[in-house]
């Protein structure tokens, strides 16, 4: 069965504590993304890598890192630099057409993370 | 930059209605328009894609449907039921580029 998995489902925190969230997928995608789903503002970009070894930053990168060291692999890792950590984290992947865009996008379930 | 907007916010009806949800975008040079379905607490469920050169996509009871010149798509759901309850969300794919943009959603509630 094809897809996005994000473990864990919840992780609770410390504050001041850097934490790794998983995201594999065997969908053999290029494209991986990181979003960030806060209540009432709908997805926010964190991260995107379009291919092995290679990420770019999306509109709130800051207290955030990423590697891409395998294609069906994306972890994200919350820093303690993130002011505000609490949230839903949803991982993506997609293929891209080359000339045109980006095809259909596929989520995993995401992992909520509380940080106290 | 393109904006994505989607009225209403929240919508509730009583099951067995029809009913439309609207999606608007500010730049017509779109890849795609994809619907969502995202239940508390879950993931995005793809319900439908609608490539820039089509005019609608159909699955069951779900109808979507674009016109990219005016910026407008809708997603048509027949005869809801109460399992439609969900929040959907409308997410356009820009030519060229390797990001999405995504609106705020609908919250849909069908009462039984």
């Known amino acids: 069965d094809g897809g996005i998995t994000q473990s864990p489902k919840y992780l609770f925190r410390k504050e001041g504590q850097n934490v790794t969230l998983s995201c594999e997928q065997n969908?053999?995608?290029?494209?991986m993304y990181w979003y960030r789903q806060d209540p009432g503002q709908g997805l926010r970009l964190i991260y995107y890598?379009?291919?092995?070894?290679?990420?770019q930053k999306g509109d709130i990168a800051e207290g955030y890192s990423v590697s891409r060291e395998k294609k069906e692999s994306f972890p994200l890792t919350v820093t303690s630099a993130q002011k505000n950590p609490t949230a839903f984290y949803l991982c993506?992947?997609?293929?891209?057409?080359?000339?045109?865009?980006?095809?259909?996008?596929?989520f995993g379930p995401g992992t909520r993370l509380t940080v106290t | 930059k393109q904006e994505v907007t989607q009225i209403p916010a929240a919508l509730s009806v009583p099951e067995g209605e029809n009913l439309v949800l609207n999606c608007s975008f500010t730049?017509?040079?779109?890849?795609?328009l994809q619907w969502f379905r995202q239940d508390p607490g879950k993931g995005l469920t793809s319900l439908l894609l609608?490539?820039?050169?089509?005019r609608e996509q159909t699955s069951g009871r779900l109808n979507a449907s674009l016109d990219k010149s005016s910026g407008r798509s809708t997603l048509y759901i027949a005869a809801s039921q109460p399992g439609d309850s969900a929040t959907y969300l409308c997410?356009?794919?820009?030519?060229?580029?390797?990001?999405?943009?995504f609106g705020k959603g609908t919250k849909l509630s069908v009462i039984p």
């Open positions: 993506a992947s997609s293929i891209y057409s080359g000339t045109g865009g980006l095809y259909e996008q596929y």
């Open positions: 969908l053999n995608h290029d494209a």
């Open positions: 890598s379009q291919i092995v070894n290679d990420f």
């Open positions: 730049d017509s040079a779109i890849y795609n």
């Open positions: 609608i490539q820039s050169s089509q």
């Open positions: 997410v356009v794919s820009g030519a060229g580029s390797y990001q999405l943009t």
